[in-house]
Nanobody, 131 residues
Framework: QVQLVESGGGLVQAGESLRLSCAAS??????????MGWFRQAPGKEREFVAA????????YYADSVNGRFTISRSSAKNTVYLQMNSLKPEDTAVYYC??????????????????????WGQGTQVIVSS
């Protein structure tokens, strides 16, 4: 069982930055070997992929809409994954969810963009970007 707790959301103006954090815990969860992802869901829309980090030292992937503005990173020492969000836009407004894959599992690149490879999800943190 993995627990994921997001933090760092809030209300900002367009052009500003936020950093989201997601702390992972679980007695048998090997954070360094698990893919970690960020997804978001805006009101009335489906949940969409934002960014993913395959495992510690691995590859990163981004949605086209955030590429160049958002950066995913992780700290194995803290069992935490981060999402640095710069140059925020009103269309980035959403609830942001952290997700963890099964430790040791590897997939082709396209799979990291989909929710189905992630076994555990956080409760979400709200990000509101005003214009």
């Amino acid at each position: 069982q993995v627990q994921l707790v997001e933090s760092g959301g809030g209300l900002v103006q367009a052009g500003e930055s936020l950093r989201l954090s997601c702390a992972a815990s679980g007695r048998t969860f090997t954070f360094s070997r698990a893919a970690m992802g960020w997804f978001r869901q805006a009101p009335g829309k489906e949940r969409e992929f934002v960014a993913a980090h395959t495992n510690s030292g691995g590859s990163t992937y981004y949605a086209d809409s955030v590429n160049g503005r958002f950066t995913i990173s992780r700290s194995s020492a803290k069992n935490t994954v981060y999402l640095q969000m710069n140059s925020l836009k009103p269309e980035d407004t959403a609830v942001y969810y952290c997700a963890a894959g099964r430790p040791g599992a590897y997939y082709s690149a396209s799979h990291y963009y989909t929710p189905r490879i992630y076994d555990s999800w956080g409760q979400g943190t709200q990000v509101i970007v005003s214009s």
